[in-house]
Each structure stands twice: as structure tokens, then as C-alpha cells.
């Protein structure tokens, strides 16, 4: 471990550049999620809330299908097939009025601080829970009959074993009818690794320097290491956590806080004369991910294999510097820890007052150790039996030389701008019989990251934005029984699938998605659930693009007509469902845009084609390219005309009587009469409805009062549409006329005798769908504005091509070409 000025330096430019000193390439680290989900397109969610916040403390049993849930003043027993089924119980153990009185004089939040915030919930035995609050800073503790689920009116004073302030990272596990616990206890007192209940209980030394200076823990996990061993070995408690570098002596780096892994043996008695009460067993060593000084563990996950040996810790970092943020996930073996655990020794030398390699003779039996059948041999048959020397180097020597790196030397993932909160791992057999893990990483905003671990890479199936109101994740259960991910956050839980096969609507997509739990087995992807399954189901997890040969491979692509006039802007969109995918386009189904000329400019969202020929008519095709498979995603037939048609064919739910213009042909006689006729019809009209009103008018004056009653009868509207022909289609309007007068069918509007202006008449029908030019199918990323003028609204990122650049450069060529155009006299109202 270097410790020179130089080192510092090159954390620093490794941070700025978010980088990691590997093999592999740091741009391979920044995985991009495939598919993103959002709120709206949420399916088979469940979700249970009640009148209480902060549902963080989750335990899920999942052979009697409970889930039990620990908040602010409550704690409920869940169905865990469906979590907002109404068979759930509820404990309400709210902080007494006194206890928050006295909360307040210590000078607490009462908005946060002064309740009963829920933070151990563990099984005691086969009828009882074991349940810990913090009770407004007075923890207390209780054991709960799971059978009638009462609160019970004895408690338990909480000191020992659960912390007073609910924000203080805490851990705890009951093991053999031993409570492990870490976290800082005592109001004013020091974090502490304790154990208590019915076994001898312990704690570690009071010596910041050497043992534990201001830890903040993460998590703790239990490896049985007892199990299939010739030598007699014990089992452990590891414990994760976050503390302040104490073997650095520079003031750079003396506050900044460092990932920890200490481990305890579960047998420790504690010392006969040195060390009583204490642990004899406990040792730290350094945890390291991607970037040195600059990382915080935020969670971590145990994973068990089939023995203990095959234990992976995987966990979630948090990196920080100046207003950069990032996050790395990285994979640890037990196999990796126990070898730091039996390394070198550092030493702390008062007189240089820093830590350093630890280079003289190590007493037997080694310091730090769990009993084994060696020591037993000798005569130690526990640590009361340990000599005098052991203990005094355990107390002065707990922390190792050696720091724990990750699996391959290098973090799975690194993710600029996203800070998981938590994280939960699910080992999947896929259909190549191959394992592999499945990652749920929750943010501090509220979505959840679903990725695999994929040749010592990460790819990201999805993320699912799981809460509408940002809040973060706080934690994650997994129900390999349910097939469901359980999420706990401050305003509730959700129930979500694992696998959300039905999301894949192809076998393209299916296969591309590399989601282990899903197979395509010819007409639908679904869920791998037996072993019949697996002969008959396609999936390729290596590589992502194998295995679909069917005409059932592609979904089925859309199809729009597109008609527009010569020299007007038409967009065709192209909708990718995939994050990873490129848009490709054919022209009649061979000729690339490449060939096209300047009249194209394609983007992520579709392909703008501006001022267009006659030539330009054909057949547009937008393929989604993806890990080298393509697949359809729309056909647009475009025909591009030199003038408006003479007849138009409206549609039948909109009657429409339309007059002609001057500009039509006079010479028809039967034209002329229809006209004649119906200019005389509508003439008579206005002068039977002028008598009327003259006639009512009278008779109120004749009353001395003027009274007007709210018609409800169908009247006829008068409406004109345009005072100027412009010869280019309108994608706002039905029809060609201008200067003329439209009759829309309706409600005439009452006056009001306050306003002294109507209100605006309603627009007319919007055209049909062929004779668009595509802008308006796109509300989301343009908006018109002052006539003929459009703002982008959203705007994604540029491609390296020059042809798949983003529609701004382009609509600020067209907008500053047409900004000396009289506008006013000639509108085109149909362009971009």
C-alpha cells in the first residue's frame, strides 16, 4: 500500500476522470441500463402503505410466507404472496409523551428524531420475535408472539443493543441465541461491536486508535466455517463498515473515512485477565473498490454458495470528490478475506506516530485466531486458555497489513451520476445450466437497476423507476418463492417481479435482454419455471443475439402513410425500445441516407427530411440495430406531391359544409345555383332570426327588466377559418378553403352581459393521419410556437456520425433561413 505524496495525486486524477487503473477500458465500466421503465408503465406492482413513514427494516420468511415490516411507531405482518392483501396484522408502538418530551429538551428533531423508529426485527425462536426501537432516544426492546401478534406490556431496556439516534448506521443478527450487534449505543459514547442475550456478553476495546475510530456500520453476516472442516474451526461474524483512516499520518487524509471488513469468532469468551469482557478474536482489515480515499460503502450483500467456502460478498461504494458523484459495485470472496485475515500485522509506532508494517516475531498460537483443533492440542481450549502475550498483540495489533481487493482487481460496474443506497443479489441457473448473478441496485432517488454479472462484466437489463415521489431505496428483500423484489422506503413497500418477461415482445427483444429468468419458447417470453422448460426455450446469455430463427423473431413494425406538398419538412419517427439499439435506415429497401444528400439529417428519434423533391417519394424503413441483430421497427410509404389534389374525401363523423372561393370555376351553372340557393336560404335565415330578437326585446322593455336564459338547443355556428390561400397542406386544419365560410354544427355561445369579447370559437378537425407530415406526432419533443416557429423540447444525446446528429443544428439552420421571410404574408404553416 503506497503512502506518498504521489499516490495522493494520482487518486485525485483518477477521481476527476472517473477512471480505474485495469485492464479493461473505464468506459466499458458505465454499463447502460437496456430498457427504462417508468412510474406509468409500472404492471403487477403491489404496494402497502399505512399512517406511518420509514418502512426500512424488512425480515422475510419466506416458507411461512410472511414478510414482517418495522416503521416509524409500527411493525406489521404482511402476506408475502401479495403485500396489499387485507390479511396483514399491525403492531402500533408509538414513543410515549414523555419520552418525546424529554427527546425534545435533548435538543432532537421532533419531526424526525422523537418516535419509535423500528431498527432490529430478527426471529428469536420458533414462536417469538425479537424487536428493537429507538424510542425517541430511550431504546427499548420486546419479544412478540407471532401466533397472536400482540404488543406485549413487558420491555426490555435497549442500550446495550440498539442505538438512539434512528439515522446512526447500525447492524444486528440473532445467531444461536447470541445478539450481534454493531453501532454506536451510548448517547455520547463510541461505535462498538457487542454481543448479548444468552451468551457471555462482549464488546470491543475503548481504544479509537487501535480498534474502532467513529465507525458508521453497513451490514454484518454470519459464515458458518464450523461446517465440513477437519481442523475444527469456528464460525464468524464479519462486519462491513465505514471509518476514519487511521493508518495515514498525513492531515490530507487523517479525517477521510475508509471501507472496513472486522471479523469475530462466535465462540470468543473474551480474556481471563487481559481483555475480559472483550473480544480476543477481532481483527480489521482495509476494504478497497476502485478509487483510494475517495469510496464509501453504502450496503452489502451476502451471497451463499453451496458451501461456505463459495461465499461472495458483493458490495455497493459511493464515490465522492468536490461535486462529483459516482457509484461502483464490487465482488468479494471469502477465500480473498480469509487470506488478508492471515497475513501481515500493522503496528502503530508512537514515536513517528504512524502505522506500519508489523515486522517482528508473531507469538503463537497466532493472534486473532478462532480455537481449532491445533489449539486444543495444545491445550487452549478457549480464549480464557489463550497466554498473556496473544492478548496483549491482539489489543495493539487488530489491524491487517494487506487490503481486501475485489474480485479480477476491479470494480463489476462504475455508474456517473447515480448513488445506490442498497443492493441484493439473486443466483440464477439460466438454460446452459451456468449461474449467474442477477443484481438489484437501488438508488437514492428512487429506481431500481436490474443487472447481471456477465464474464466478469455487468449488464444492465432494465431500470424501473419504482416510486413516483423521488425518496431513496432503503432496503431489499428477495423471495425466490414469490418470485418478487420487496423495497422498503420512507412512504411505503412494493412488490415487484424478478424476471418481467412479459416485457419482451419479440424473440429478438427476449434474446437481446439476457435476463436469465426469461426464455423465448416460440410465440411468447416467459419465465424458465421447469425442467421440461429448458429443452424447448431459447436464450443466450453469453452473447446476447442467438437462438430466434423464426419469422416470429422481429415484432411487428408500424406502418404510416406520409404525403406531403414539394419543398415542405416531413419527420418519420423511430421509436427504439432499447437504450443499446441504433437507428438504421433503408430507402425501397436497399439505398442507404448516406446517398440521399443533404436533405437528411437522422436522429435517436427519427429521420427529419427537409425542403423535399419529388425524387424523395419511396418506401422509409427505420431498422433497430443491437449486438449485431436488426430488427424492423417502422415503414413509412412517402409521396411527396407537386400541388394539392382537386377532390378531398372527409371523414363521415365530421359533416363539413364547405363554400367554394373565387378562384373556382363560375361557368358551371349548377354550381352557381347550388350557390345562389344557399347564400338566399342562409339570408332568410338572419331575417327571421333578426324579427325574433326584435319581437323579445319588446317584451322585455315591457316588463322594465332585461332577462337572458342559457340555451340549450342546437344551434349553427359561424366560423371563419383563414383570410389567405397558401397553397402547402396545413397539419392543423381538414380542409383547403380560405376566405370562406365554414359551418360546424354545435352550441352557440351565450353572451355575457360582464365580458365585453366572445370567447374563441372552437379549432377545426385535425387532418388525417396520411396527410401529416409527421411534426405533430411528436408533442413531447416539439411545441410551435409564434406561427411557424418550433422549440426543441428534449433533446438526446449526439451520435459520432455526422449523419445521426440531433435535429438542433438542423432546425437552427431552417429557422435562421426562413427568419427574413415575410411570415405574415406567407405563412407555411407546415414546416419546422
Not at 419531526?111 to 420475535?129: A, D, G, P, V
Not at 494487506?402 to 445506490?420: D, F, H, Q, S, T
Not at 443475439?545 to 419543398?567: D, M, S
Request: charged share 25%; hydrophobic share 35%; glycine share 6%.
Amino acid at each position: 500500500m503506497k503512502r506518498n505524496l504521489a499516490s495522493y495525486l494520482v487518486a485525485l486524477y483518477s477521481i476527476a476522470t472517473i477512471g480505474y487503473s485495469s485492464k479493461r477500458p473505464s468506459v466499458d465500466l458505465d454499463a447502460t441500463p437496456r430498457i427504462t421503465v417508468t412510474y406509468n408503465d409500472l404492471s403487477d406492482v403491489k404496494q402497502f402503505s399505512a399512517n406511518v413513514k420509514n418502512y426500512s427494516t424488512l425480515l422475510l420468511e419466506d416458507e411461512k410466507g410472511i414478510l414482517y415490516v418495522g416503521a416509524r411507531g409500527a411493525i406489521f405482518s404482511l402476506n408475502s404472496s401479495d403485500i396489499s392483501h387485507r390479511s396483514q396484522k399491525a403492531i402500533h408502538w408509538e414513543a410515549s409523551p414523555k419520552n418525546q418530551t424529554d427527546c425534545i429538551t435533548k435538543g432532537k428533531n421532533n419531526q424526525t428524531e422523537c418516535f419509535n423508529h423500528i431498527r432490529l426485527l430478527q426471529r428469536f425462536n420458533e414462536t417469538h420475535l425479537y424487536v428493537c426501537g429507538t424510542y425517541a432516544f430511550f431504546p427499548l426492546c420486546s419479544y412478540i408472539d407471532v401466533r397472536t401478534f400482540i404488543l406485549p406490556t413487558y420491555f426490555e431496556e435497549g442500550k446495550e443493543k440498539c442505538p438512539y439516534d434512528p439515522a446512526r448506521g447500525y447492524t444486528g443478527l440473532i445467531v444461536d441465541g447470541g445478539l450481534y450487534t454493531a453501532t454506536r449505543y451510548e448517547f455520547r459514547g463510541l461505535s462498538d461491536i457487542r454481543r448479548n442475550l444468552y451468551q457471555r456478553p462482549l464488546r470491543t476495546e475503548e481504544s479509537p486508535l487501535y480498534w474502532l475510530n467513529d465507525a458508521e456500520f453497513v451490514s454484518s453476516a454470519l459464515v458458518r466455517e464450523s461446517l465440513n472442516v477437519a481442523v475444527g474451526d469456528d464460525d464468524k461474524m464479519y462486519y462491513f463498515f465505514n471509518e476514519k483512516a487511521v493508518e495515514e499520518s498525513s492531515s490530507f487524509l487523517d479525517k477521510i473515512q475508509v471501507a472496513r471488513v472486522a471479523r469475530v469468532c462466535k465462540s470468543d469468551l473474551g480474556g481471563k485477565k487481559i481483555l475480559q469482557k472483550k473480544w480476543t478474536s477481532f481483527l480489521k482489515a482495509r476494504l478497497v473498490c476502485s478509487i483510494p480515499y475517495y469510496e464509501t460503502l453504502k450496503s452489502v450483500y451476502t451471497l451463499e454458495g453451496e458451501s461456505w467456502d463459495t461465499t461472495i460478498f458483493y458490495g455497493a461504494f459511493v464515490l465522492q470528490w468536490r461535486n462529483m458523484e459516482a457509484s461502483a459495485i464490487c465482488q468479494y470472496s471469502i477465500a480473498d478475506i480469509q487470506k488478508v485475515f492471515e497475513g501481515p500485522y500493522m503496528e502503530y509506532q508512537h514515536t513517528s506516530r504512524k502505522w506500519s508494517l508489523y515486522e517482528g516475531e508473531i507469538p503463537k498460537p497466532r493472534p486473532g485466531s478462532c480455537i481449532t483443533n491445533e489449539f486444543r492440542n495444545n491445550g487452549f481450549n478457549s480464549s480464557q486458555d489463550l497466554p498473556n502475550n496473544v492478548l496483549d498483540f491482539v489489543k495493539l495489533h487488530p489491524l491487517m497489513f494487506e487490503e481486501v481487493k475485489p474480485a479480477g482487481e476491479r470494480p463489476l460496474l462504475m455508474k456517473k451520476n447515480v448513488i445506490y443506497t442498497r443492493i441484493a443479489v439473486d443466483r440464477v441457473t439460466a438454460l446452459n445450466d451456468k449461474q449467474y448473478d442477477v443484481l438489484f441496485l437501488g438508488t437514492d432517488d428512487g429506481w431500481i437497476h436490474k443487472a447481471v454479472v456477465i464474464k466478469s462484466a455487468v449488464h444492465i437489463i432494465e431500470e424501473i423507476q419504482v416510486f413516483r415521489r423521488p425518496q431513496p431505496v432503503e432496503n431489499l428483500e428477495i423471495s425466490k418463492m414469490q418470485n418478487s423484489l420487496y423495497i422498503g422506503a420512507q412512504s411505503g413497500v412494493l412488490q415487484i417481479p424478478l424476471s418481467s418477461c412479459n416485457r419482451y415482445t419479440s424473440c429478438y427483444d427476449c434474446i437481446l435482454a439476457r435476463n436469465p429468468y426469461c426464455g423465448w419458447d416460440g410465440d411468447t417470453c416467459r419465465k424458465i419455471v421447469t425442467s421440461e422448460d429448458r429443452a424447448q426455450m431459447t436464450q443466450d446469455m453469453q452473447n446476447g443475439n442467438g437462438g430466434c430463427l423464426n419469422n416470429t423473431a422481429e415484432a411487428v413494425p408500424i406502418k404510416k402513410l406520409r404525403i406531403a406538398l414539394e419543398g415542405d419538412d416531413v419527420l418519420l419517427q423511430c421509436d427504439l425500445k432499447s437504450n443499446l439499439a441504433k437507428a438504421q435506415w433503408m430507402v425501397n429497401g436497399t439505398d442507404g441516407l448516406a446517398d440521399m444528400g443533404d436533405h437528411f439529417r437522422a436522429g435517436n428519434d427519427g429521420l427529419l427530411i427537409t425542403d423535399t423533391l419529388l425524387e424523395h417519394s419511396g418506401e422509409y424503413s427505420c431498422y433497430a440495430e443491437e449486438n449485431g441483430l436488426q430488427s424492423l421497427i417502422a415503414i413509412y410509404p412517402l409521396n411527396v406531391l407537386s400541388e394539392l389534389p382537386k377532390e378531398r374525401v372527409y371523414s363521415e363523423s365530421t359533416p363539413i359544409v364547405q363554400l367554394p372561393t373565387a378562384a373556382g370555376s363560375i361557368a358551371d351553372s349548377n354550381l352557381e345555383f347550388i350557390y345562389i340557393s344557399i347564400i338566399t336560404t342562409l339570408g332568410g335565415l338572419c331575417l327571421v332570426l333578426s324579427i325574433v330578437l326584435f319581437y323579445v326585446s319588446c317584451q322585455q322593455k315591457r316588463k322594465g327588466k332585461y332577462a337572458m336564459r342559457n340555451s340549450r338547443s342546437s344551434n349553427v355556428e359561424l366560423h371563419t377559418v383563414s383570410s389567405n390561400f397558401k397553397e402547402k397542406l396545413d397539419d392543423t386544419r381538414n380542409n383547403y378553403s380560405d376566405g370562406c365560410l365554414q359551418i360546424i354544427p354545435g352550441e352557440a355561445q351565450t353572451a355575457s352581459p360582464s365580458k365585453g369579447t366572445p370567447p374563441p370559437p372552437p379549432p377545426p378537425p385535425p387532418l388525417p393521419s396520411e396527410f401529416t407530415n409527421g411534426i405533430s406526432t411528436l408533442p413531447n419533443m416539439l411545441r410551435k410556437m409564434n406561427g411557424n416557429s418550433y422549440m426543441l423540447l428534449r433533446q438526446n444525446e449526439e451520435s459520432s456520425s455526422p449523419l445521426y446528429n440531433s435535429f438542433t443544428e438542423e432546425l437552427s439552420k431552417i429557422l435562421e433561413k426562413r427568419k427574413h421571410t415575410q411570415l405574415v404574408d406567407k405563412l407555411d404553416e407546415s414546416s419546422v
